[in-house]
């Protein structure tokens, strides 16, 4: 079987598909098409793989061509070395993740100069090779026939024997195998306080004395304790009980077949126990200390993407007149207004908290800036005096003209907005402006069209992950990277007045074409048609059929730009619209004349039945927006710090993350509470995303509230719920987020390694690797 059909199969297998819907995949994608180009574009070529399959085939692609070229290296050492077996090229081939290989490679691998080495030159090996032989004897007399003037003692000459064997052990594959599927099972991991760091550490205080199965931790468990460890709170062990040591010993000495009383049996059941004490168990508890964090860092970061998704796609405001509220006490709480295409129109700095107490100047500009500009909606950060602000907004909307309508107040989360505004991204789109009013039209903005203003933000900065600070930041990045890229090529662009950075996402483009999108926009005018993007200096044919089908042009010369269909199937439109004997235009959104049409009429040679039925929905609702209707939730009065919710309170809140545990909702007083998995609905949940996404809002009741810790326990269950406390020992210390969407425990200096036990001596042997 070559490489190709190899890891074609092992794809297949992973995201339900066949070997040539992976094939074809593979062929687009490594001729540079992008994932949302060939899920949305070439659904007859992968037989329909959605994006989700796609990512997965991608991300796995990687990993499994990286196993090919080093199980080809391998092979191609030990053939070099004269040492390949039939034998030893099955099992190469048959092995099927990189550990395995490394496990089958360990005999051959050129290594320094070791223990086991130095005991053979000095002619060991041969004592070995009696001791296997002749079991009945003493290994000490045996012994006594291989000293020398290198092995001047019994001790000397059975000390290196047993390190010849102990290097047969730990090289040997079946037994590492086995080793491994058997501390998977029955592994614990223990984690324990490090003395005199109670204080410091209160905020795993449930981890000061914890014990659990290593195969059963969920994510963020292990990712709190593993962050306990390195800030030198916790120390972990991770292994088997008493019982499971002596089991793991057991296997070790049925690697040497030694099972009876005879001496040399003994002394090799001895060097099976000093092997797994000495050298088996630490490399074995690192292994598993190692897939430990790797699964929690991939959990995290499928919790992240999913945030993130919810977040991007949340429902738009719209095009309105909006005015963005960055809330501040001492500093001034920062104001701006754009208009309904997101054009800043005015700024302003008032002080109505104190020091200064300004509280009729903040109201006079307030009603000067809704009155001039005729403002739609009011975007209110949701960070430091934001309930403060929100008060002060409605009293101030009471004060307005009766001839001049309301303006819709709504709170929105600012994670991020700081970022964006000492980005070199708003300097160059707002150079004369203060970093922070830029944060203030980033409010804005961000109510009007979330995703056309959060993709000028690192993904990582928006803040809806789970200890995202401890997992590799290259993998999230890509993660979301994708994700982001996911999403805009979802929903689409406006060519004519989508930003750079918005342009930057779309399939086939990046940052380069997307700037020469809007230099030629800026010098040429708005776009007629879309074959015009084919004069964009160094945007050619390749790139424009990658983009084409992503970005909008309204009231164009082309009605079909408007949609998502792609112009290579223009044809097959134009074919539907003749056999309807209608104008396009008058077509477009009329489902009752498509509903009267076989699809399988207008397939193709090139556009089969998917791009065809794809079409008759596109013209039944010609660019329509995936993103749900816009609604906001409404804080109730008078609550609005944590002292002031007590249980059994009934309120409407936003949701802002979703953790593996449960989500967290912003009930208005600038700290998240946790509606717990277990909390979520009156049945059996699996997991938090079933229920509830970021944006949703949702009713919940207050079950707990801890002040000391600020944690709010919040449940969403019809049937009474139960007390925070009831959940707390499943639940451990989950991040509570802080008044800007932080998170608390991400904060702060990382120690160098852990102290004390065998914890620290697994953290530092992991660094040292």
């Not at 659990?212 to 709170?233: F, I, T």
């Not at 001039?372 to 009471?398: F, P, Q, W, Y």
């Not at 160098?752 to 690797?769: E, I, P, V």
Request: contains cysteine.
């Amino acid at each position: 079987m070559d490489t190709a059909t190899r890891i074609a199969r092992t794809i297949a297998e992973e995201i339900a598909a066949t070997p040539a819907q992976v094939t074809a995949a593979v062929g687009l994608l490594d001729e540079g098409a992008t994932v949302p180009f060939v899920a949305r574009y070439r659904k007859e070529v992968t037989g329909g793989l959605d994006d989700t399959q796609l990512r997965k085939l991608a991300e796995r692609l990687e990993y499994l061509r990286e196993r090919e070229a080093r199980r080809a290296a391998i092979v191609a050492s030990i053939t070099e070395q004269g040492k390949m077996t039939d034998e030893l090229a099955l099992a190469l081939a048959r092995a099927e993740t990189k550990a395995e290989l490394e496990d089958l490679y360990l005999p051959y691998k050129p290594k320094r100069r070791t223990k086991a080495m130095i005991a053979r030159e000095n002619g060991l090996g041969p004592l070995v090779e009696a001791i296997f032989a002749d079991r009945k004897a003493a290994p000490e007399k045996l012994a006594e026939g291989y000293l020398s003037e290198a092995v001047a003692t019994v001790k000397e000459a059975l000390t290196g024997a047993r390190e010849i064997v102990a290097e047969g052990l730990v090289e040997n594959a079946a037994l590492l195998g086995s080793l491994r599927d058997f501390l998977a099972r029955e592994a614990v991991i223990t984690a324990k306080l490090v003395e005199g760091q109670a204080e410091k550490g209160a905020k795993f205080s449930d981890y000061f004395d914890h014990r659990e199965r290593w195969a059963d931790v969920p994510s963020h468990r292990a990712l709190a304790m593993l962050r306990g460890s390195n800030e030198g709170v916790l120390t972990l062990d991770i292994g088997p009980d008493e019982d499971g040591v002596a089991r793991a010993e057991a296997m070790v000495a049925a690697a040497l077949d030694a099972k009876t009383q005879a001496p040399g049996d003994v002394w090799l059941r001895g060097v099976a126990g000093w092997t797994w004490r000495v050298k088996l168990s630490l490399s074995m508890m690192l292994d598993l200390l190692s897939d430990m964090r790797g699964r929690a860092q991939d959990e995290a970061i499928k919790v992240f993407s999913r945030n993130l998704k919810d977040l991007l796609l949340a429902a738009p405001a719209g095009a309105k007149t909006t005015l963005g509220l960055d809330p501040g006490i001492r500093t001034g709480c920062k104001v701006a207004v754009v208009d309904a295409t997101g054009k800043l129109l005015a700024t302003e700095t008032v002080y109505p908290f104190p020091p200064k107490s300004d509280l009729r100047g903040t109201q006079a500009a307030l009603i000067r800036l809704i009155t001039a500009h005729k403002v739609d909606l009011i975007a209110i950060g949701n960070g430091t005096a934001s309930r403060e602000s929100e008060r002060l907004v409605a009293e101030t909307l009471k004060l307005l003209p009766a001839s001049v309508k309301p303006p819709t107040k709504v709170v929105v989360s600012e994670a991020g907005a700081s970022v964006y505004s000492a980005s070199e991204l708003a300097a160059k789109e707002f150079p004369d402006l203060d970093v922070s009013l830029r944060g203030a039209v980033s409010i804005a903005r961000r109510l009007q069209d979330p995703l056309a203003e959060l993709v000028k933000i690192e993904p990582k900065s928006i803040g809806v992950g789970q200890y995202q600070h401890d997992v590799d930041q290259s993998k999230l990045g890509r993660a979301l990277e994708g994700v982001v890229e996911d999403a805009v090529n979802a929903v689409g662009v406006d060519l004519n007045t989508a930003s750079a950075p918005l342009l930057a996402h779309i399939s086939g483009l990046g940052p380069g074409l997307a700037e020469a999108i809007v230099a030629h926009r800026d010098a040429n005018g708005a776009f007629k048609s879309r074959k015009e993007l084919l004069k964009v200096s160094r945007l050619g044919p390749r790139a424009f059929e990658q983009c084409a089908g992503f970005l909008r042009i309204t009231e164009g010369t082309e009605p079909l730009d408007a949609s998502s269909v792609h112009p290579e199937a223009y044809d097959v439109a134009r074919a539907i619209v003749k056999a309807c004997g209608r104008d396009i235009r008058a077509l477009m959104g009329d489902s009752a004349a498509l509903a009267k049409l076989r699809p399988q009429e207008f397939v193709t040679e090139k556009f089969g039945l998917p791009t065809v039925r794809d079409i008759l929905a596109e013209l039944e609702k010609p660019g329509r927006d995936p993103r749900p209707s816009f609604v906001t939730a409404t804080f109730a009065e008078g609550v609005e710090d944590i002292k002031d919710l007590k249980p059994g309170m009934q309120l409407e809140g936003t949701v802002t993350n979703v953790a593996a545990f449960g989500a967290f909702v912003d009930i208005g007083v600038h700290q998240d509470g946790l509606v717990h998995i277990s909390q979520l609905a009156d049945r059996f949940v699996k997991d938090p995303h079933e229920v509830v996404k970021a944006g949703d809002v949702v009713k919940v009741r207050v079950t707990e509230v801890d002040v000391a810790r600020k944690r709010i326990a919040l449940t969403m269950r019809k049937d009474g719920g139960t007390s925070a406390r009831e959940d707390r020992a499943a639940r451990g210390p989950e991040p509570q987020k802080g008044p800007k969407g932080r998170q608390p425990m991400s904060a702060g200096p990382k120690t160098s390694q852990a102290t004390g036990g065998f914890g620290a001596a697994l953290l530092d042997a992991m660094k040292k690797r």
